[in-house]
């Protein structure tokens, strides 16, 4: 593991760092207010969480909306090959609960609500028990809220409807949270990691974060490494760092990289030739139309068969549909079960032009964004893995029924 | 037309009923045209709107165009 910024300080094995410690290393955190928003919109960070969206922008949306907002510091982490969240709560958890009290105090919230995946043991303890060393009026403020361990507990109407209702499950849109959301009530909802970036630009400045980057892009950025490597593990690098310094900084690829998942199940496949000089900035990926997502990168080697991994890739998404909207239900069962056929090299009529088809039909059509993900993820892997998936048809399954 | 995908139980009388902007994908589910509805079919989409037995579509005003 590299510790740059938000993983810089004691080494891992010492575990969860105390407040005491924090804060003799970071200095007492500032107050947040309007200027700090301002201050994150410079430094350009970008939400950690998967859609990379600006941070600034998102907070002055909940700041400027009457009545008392609330905070969601999300670690749901439901992405099965991501452990960034995880491991940043674990270790680090004042920095993250320090990232919390500032947003909360720059969009004029008075509730905190630290959600963590309820199977995520270490980070649940490590939160629970940072939040009864801060002081009583701090620790007041916030509590920890165990996230059910489903893929869609994490997307932000979810994590609102948790909290209202019991029920982890998307909501439709509008009104989005920061318009109604806990209550009612204008709610932030923004990833761990984010705030535990923020608590750190409060103390040292937008510039100082600009310069952590390389390549133009700015800060750090933490990592989840995974597939054929020979240390998979969490990294934090320098955002604008390329797949292959992240692949050595994991020590390296095993055997031959065939392609690199990027961005996790809601990500996609790319070509490993295409990734090794890929920059991870999670800002200008945005500006491109590709996605770092929640910052998983694995990789597939040449000996495994690319069509399995997509098909168990895909079952998995359909099985997390919340089953409420109709496209995304029966639409990813559908999909999802003709890549298995084609994996197994037994496609029905058909099966392939179906693939290409049915993943346009599903595309927008539910609540909140898991079709749109699963499906993304398909075209990249029916892109990427074309032949393979031509020859896995054969005659019958790219007949046009 | 919006619709709430969270409602929608696949009943199929929209796309009966406004066959100009919603027909059904594989599944059942109404694929619905994107952009305003012209004024001389609001009365058909009022009724497709009208006529859902789950109440999952709605009628929203858009911006005239200057």
């Known amino acids: ?401 | 037309m919006w619709i709430d995908r969270t409602k929608c139980d696949a009943h199929r009388l929209c796309a009966e009923l406004f066959p100009e902007s919603i027909r059904l994908d594989d599944w059942g589910y109404p694929i619905i045209a994107s952009g305003p509805i012209p004024a001389s079919l609001l009365p058909h989409a009022q009724r497709a709107v009208d006529s859902c037995p789950v109440l999952a579509l709605a009628l929203r005003r858009v911006a005239r165009r200057a």
């Open chain 1, 1 to 401: 593991m590299t510790h740059l910024a938000l993983l810089a300080g004691p080494a891992p094995a010492a575990g969860a760092e105390s407040f005491a410690d924090h804060t003799r290393r970071l200095g007492a955190r500032p107050w947040g207010n309007r200027g700090l928003i301002d201050t994150i919109e410079r430094a350009g960070l970008v939400g950690r969480g998967g859609a990379s969206f600006p941070v600034g922008v998102k907070w002055r949306s909940v700041a400027e909306r009457r009545g008392g907002a609330v905070v969601i510091a999300n670690g749901a982490e439901g992405e099965p090959l991501s452990r960034k969240d995880q491991t940043l709560m674990a270790l680090r958890p004042h920095l993250v609960i320090d990232g919390a009290m500032l947003a909360a105090e720059a969009v004029g919230a008075k509730r905190i609500l630290l959600y963590v995946g309820e199977a995520h043991g270490s980070a649940v303890m490590a939160l629970s028990r940072a939040l009864a060393q801060r002081p009583a009026a701090e620790a007041g403020r916030a509590r920890v809220l165990p996230a059910p361990p489903s893929y869609v507990a994490g997307e932000e109407t979810a994590a609102v409807n948790f909290v209202n209702s019991g029920v982890a499950a998307p909501t439709a849109i509008p009104p989005r949270p920061f318009e109604q959301g806990v209550d009612g009530h204008p709610t932030l909802v923004q990833n761990v990691e984010s705030l535990a970036h923020a608590a750190l630009i409060a103390r040292r400045g937008d510039a100082w974060f600009r310069s952590l980057g390389v390549n133009g892009a700015a800060g750090t950025v933490l990592l989840t490494v995974s597939g054929a490597v020979a240390r998979p593990g969490v990294v934090e690098v320098a955002s604008g760092s390329t797949v292959d310094e992240v692949l050595a900084l994991a020590g390296g690829v095993r055997g031959t990289a065939r392609a690199v998942l990027l961005g996790g199940y809601f990500g996609g496949w790319i070509t490993a030739r295409q990734a090794g000089t890929m920059a991870l900035d999670p800002k200008g990926l945005r500006a491109a139309g590709g996605s770092l997502g929640c910052g998983v990168v694995s990789v597939l080697d040449e000996a495994a068969d690319p069509l399995d991994v997509s098909a168990r890739i895909m079952q998995h998404l359909a099985n997390e549909s919340a089953a409420q909207c109709g496209p995304c239900f029966f639409g990813l069962r559908s999909l999802s079960a003709a890549t298995t056929r084609l994996a197994g090299r037994q496609p029905d009529l058909g099966d392939l032009p179906k693939l290409h088809r049915w993943a346009a039909m599903v595309k927008g059509r539910g609540a909140c964004r898991h079709p749109d993900g699963a499906v993304a993820f398909l075209q990249s892997a029916l892109s990427v893995f074309e032949p393979e998936f031509a020859a896995a048809a054969g005659a019958r399954g790219a007949m046009v029924p």
